[in-house]
């Protein structure tokens, strides 16, 4: 069975500087990928996914992440963080044929000015 | 496009009572899922629909638990006798494509059984 890993539970960065999320994947193939964004109290919204091809992948308010097969790794990035970047971030994970993503438990995100 | 709905935002209900939830897809969408996520955790999986039809349906959707997408458009979830522990934030997504795609979620239904 597929799993993801989200080491982080809380990470706090400060406004301006450069924010690395952690997603380890656990699958016998390659994946999908995808990074959700949850703001308190929403539902989830799609930062950025990979499929194939190209390993780094841009999405949606200037995140970006890597796939890297050798490490079992998505990680999400961004240059610059931004106060309304605080939210919850979720990588989650799916398989061809199948139609259930499987989610790692999140990081919570804290901007500090 | 005005995305996935899902109807009501919020329910407080007392424990054994009977609970239904709304979720209206985005209308071209075929594709339907039902997740729960509790506190501190990811969405779990719950059950799929393509078009009117179950398809699939994790061993977290108990007996209690039934989901129906009549005539392929929105779908309902009902939790029967109510328990403490179905307090969670149910998802609702929906899909136009195959094979795990792109999901597109709703706000959610957050439920208090007290």
């Known amino acids: 069975a597929q799993s993801v890993t989200q080491p982080d539970i809380h990470i706090t960065v400060s406004e301006g500087a450069s924010l690395e999320l952690r997603c380890n994947y656990s699958?016998?193939?390659?994946?999908?990928l995808f990074w959700y964004v949850q703001s308190p109290g929403q539902g989830l919204q799609l930062l950025l996914k990979y499929f194939s091809g190209d390993t780094l992948v841009q999405g949606i308010k200037g995140f970006e992440a890597e796939f890297k097969r050798s490490q079992s790794s998505f990680n999400l990035r961004k240059p610059s963080v931004h106060w309304s970047d605080a939210a919850e971030y979720f990588c989650a994970l799916g398989v061809w044929g199948n139609e259930k993503l499987t989610f790692g438990t999140g990081t919570r995100l804290t901007i500090i000015p | 496009d005005t995305g996935v709905s899902q109807d009501p935002r919020h329910k407080i209900t007392k424990r054994g009572q009977n609970v239904t939830f709304r979720c209206d897809p985005i209308?071209?969408?075929?594709?339907l899922y039902w997740y729960r996520q509790t506190l501190g955790q990811g969405p779990e999986f719950l059950t799929y629909f393509q078009n009117e039809a179950q398809l699939e349906k994790s061993r977290l959707l108990s007996d209690r638990f039934s989901a129906e997408r009549p005539k392929g458009s929105f779908s309902t979830l009902e939790i029967q006798r109510t328990e403490q522990g179905d307090s969670a934030m149910y998802l609702c997504?929906?899909?136009?494509?195959?094979?795990?795609?792109?999901?597109?979620f709703g706000p959610g239904t957050r439920l208090t059984v007290t």
């Open positions: 997504a929906s899909s136009l494509e195959p094979g795990a795609g792109e999901q597109y």
């Open positions: 699958y016998g193939a390659t994946p999908y």
């Open positions: 209308s071209e969408h075929n594709r």
